[in-house]
């Protein structure tokens, strides 16, 4: 059995001693699943990078930008699509990367741009092959449902579901051609939901639903679809005062009577919880950075990459009952009630009393 398993296995018997709480048999099921991934490297076989290109959305910063340069130190030509390619992180791109690195002004929400990277890749693809598309534009948005207006869900499935759906129905006939790949950028919060996380987890979880449909359906093209699937990293999407600035102009645009009912102690309260859980991201992206390379460059990929620090962790949540997770998701909940607070037993609480 190869590392996989025994993770798998390890997190297993994890999940039932939290359960059953027998504290020897968790640390037994964590310390296997340690083992598995530290004792059973995985042998991994590589492309030749010779005559394959590869196009990646999102390379203004982040995983896009890193995984772009990673690409073109392997010896691919390298098509980096940039929302906006006169800024510093697209020229410096350029700069610092080989005469094979192209940019490409890319919004996947605007079709005729889409159209146009498609015909840019053609242009100048030159003796190479599409070998790979990698999905990885994406925004995020950490707000609690009801001060979360429509406009910012639509947005945000716009960008991270069908500006997948868009790229990669776009590619795919010259992916088809090379029998290549597409590389997804999903996360773990396509698997699990945390509160305040609703807009991001619902077009995770779209993501990675397309990318299982597609999976299955290009098998008879000898095309692999893969996901990616971190938990959350020191990039753009996690920087405390964009999210805190999101969340303010979404806080003042909100009906007066949803802020009434929870108050500006508990949004206040909500900034502040939201800035300790980023502070929390992970720094070190070449973690992530790594397993998309692999899904490039292997030539049997996985379906699925989770970053070892997380795979634990994901493996026990996937076993526990939503009740438990609810509890354990509770956690991330500001401590401070909402104005309008009620006990589960209907009564009402102090906060309600309009002094």
């Known amino acids: 059995m190869n590392k996989t398993y025994f993770a798998i296995l390890g997190g297993f018997v994890s999940v039932c001693v939290f359960l059953g709480g027998y504290i020897f048999a968790a640390v037994f099921g964590t310390i296997l699943t340690v083992l598995a991934l530290t004792l059973y490297p ?21 995983f896009g930008n890193q995984i772009a340069r990673r690409l073109d130190k392997k010896g691919f030509t ?50 190479n092959e599409l070998w ?4 990885n534009a994406g ?35 010259l992916i088809r051609q090379a029998n290549g790949r597409i590389v997804n950028v999903a996360s773990l919060a396509g698997r699990f939901t945390m509160p305040a996380f609703a ?32 938990a959350l990293y020191k990039t753009p999407i996690s920087e405390t005062g964009y999210l805190e600035a999101q969340n303010r102009k979404s806080w003042s645009e909100t009906p007066t009577e949803v802020k009434e009912a929870y108050g500006d102690e508990y949004f206040d309260a909500f900034l502040e919880n939201i800035g300790t859980q980023m502070k929390r991201a992970k720094s070190n992206i ?17 379906i699925r990459y989770v970053p070892s620090s997380s795979i634990i962790r ?12 609810d509890k354990l998701f509770q956690i991330y909940t500001p401590k401070v009630p909402p104005r309008h607070s009620t006990s589960s037993g209907g009564s009402v609480s102090d906060n309600d009393v309009t002094h």
């Not at 994901?314 to 997770?325: E, F, R």
């Open 139 to 173: 925004i995020a948005i950490f707000t609690e449902i009801e001060w979360c207006s429509v406009i910012q869900f639509q947005r945000i499935f716009d960008v991270n579901v069908l500006g997948v759906v868009r790229v990669t129905k776009a590619f795919l006939p």
């Open 286 to 302: 070449n973690e992530v950075i790594d397993l998309m390379e692999n899904a490039v460059t292997d030539v049997t990929p996985k």
């Open 42 to 62: 995985e042998r991994r076989i590589e492309v030749d990078a010779e005559n394959k290109a590869v196009f990646v959305t999102g390379c203004d910063s982040g």
């Open 132 to 135: 790979a598309v990698v999905n």
């Open 78 to 127: 390298v098509f980096a699509g940039c929302l906006l390619p006169d800024r510093e992180g697209a020229k410096q791109l350029k700069a610092e990367c080989s005469d094979r690195l192209h940019i490409i002004h890319v919004d996947v929400t605007d079709d005729w741009l889409v159209r146009g990277a498609v015909k840019y890749v053609k242009e100048n693809l030159g003796k």
């Open 199 to 230: 807009a991001y987890s619902m077009s995770k979880r779209a993501c990675i639903a397309f990318s299982d449909a597609l999976r299955i359906e290009m098998k008879k093209f000898n095309v692999k679809v893969v996901t990616i699937e971190p």
């Open 314 to 325: 994901a493996t026990i949540l996937t076993y526990l009952p939503s009740k438990v997770t």
